[in-house]
């Protein structure tokens, strides 16, 4: 049984994370960067990748993590790609596999170049080689039916919890693919988000949408440096993600060296349950 742990508070590059651990510390970390908040990777996710010790974590002005102002964030992604570095050495993991999804996938891709001796390996999933704002030429940019759908639609009472919980389970249902939603999950994923966020509106906007992302400064690019990474890498992408796109993922598993490309058939810009057994027993070969 892979036994979760309380959650605790890691005092790293200035701030304080709020992280959460999964079985055994003497079996091969994996270090989870979420979309923002830990419960981007899933509880029962976590728990089956057996044989690993699983570490995830809330970024800064996110969860229960350190909070100040994620409208104003006085602080950019290099220091989020800080605080992912410093966990692995505050826990006394060593050398550890990491794993990023969505603009955790961000955070994913700098780690590995700007701190190479700590990264074993590299999973990125649902993410893409670019920062926020204008995308490359040759890159796909968000569904603008999805950006209009989901933006286009009235704003919910971010201090109350069921209108942020249908607001967000209607997001989830426009970001998944054709077999991706599922409403019972997307509900209780919102609520835990919600319950674990601060009070405010600007906490739970954070929380739930990763709003630092719109406003922390993503510069220099790295696109231009993915073949220096040397960690073996992984790319895991749906074939019908609205928000990142499939291309987005082939791109970064082209032009990483050795990466591999897992494509998830109907699968869109999430980790639904149908999709946990392929992603477990990849991730268990990957960080074999």
Not at 82 to 91: I, K, R, V
Not at 109 to 135: E, F, K
Not at 158 to 163: I, K, L, Q
Not at 262 to 287: K, M
Request: contains cysteine; negative net charge.
């Amino acid at each position: 049984m892979n036994q979760k742990e309380q959650e605790m508070w890691i005092k790293v590059n200035g701030v304080e994370l709020c992280a959460q651990t999964f079985g055994d510390p003497a079996d091969p970390p994996v270090l989870l960067v979420g979309g923002v908040t830990m419960l981007s990777w899933p509880d029962e996710l976590c728990a089956a990748l057996a044989g690993r010790y699983v570490v995830r974590y809330d970024l800064r002005d996110a969860g229960r993590s350190t909070f100040v102002d994620p409208d104003d964030p006085g602080y950019d992604l290099r220091d989020l790609v800080s605080d992912a570095a410093g966990l692995p050495a505050a826990l006394h993991l060593g050398r550890t596999h990491v794993a990023g999804i969505g603009v955790g996938g961000f955070i994913a891709q700098l780690l590995a170049l700007d701190h190479p001796d700590q990264v074993a390996s590299l999973t990125l999933v649902s993410t893409r080689p670019v920062a926020p704002g204008p995308v490359d030429p040759d890159l796909p940019d968000h569904s603008p039916e999805l950006m209009g759908q989901l933006f286009g639609r009235p704003r919910p009472d971010w201090t109350d919890r069921d209108s942020v919980v249908d607001y967000m389970t209607e997001s989830a249902r426009l970001m998944s693919g054709s077999r991706g939603f599922e409403e019972q999950d997307a509900r209780a994923a919102a609520g835990a988000i919600f319950d674990r966020a601060g009070a405010t509106a600007a906490a739970q906007r954070a929380s739930h949408l990763g709003t630092m992302f719109a406003a922390i400064d993503c510069r220099p690019r790295w696109r231009e440096r993915l073949g220096e990474i040397t960690a073996p890498t992984l790319v895991i992408h749906g074939d019908e993600d609205p928000f990142f796109p499939h291309r987005s993922g082939a791109v970064l598993a082209a032009e990483i060296p050795g990466a591999t490309l897992l494509t998830l058939p109907g699968i869109g810009h999430s980790l639904p349950r149908v999709t946990w057994p392929t992603i477990v027993d990849a991730l268990s070969r990957h960080t074999a």
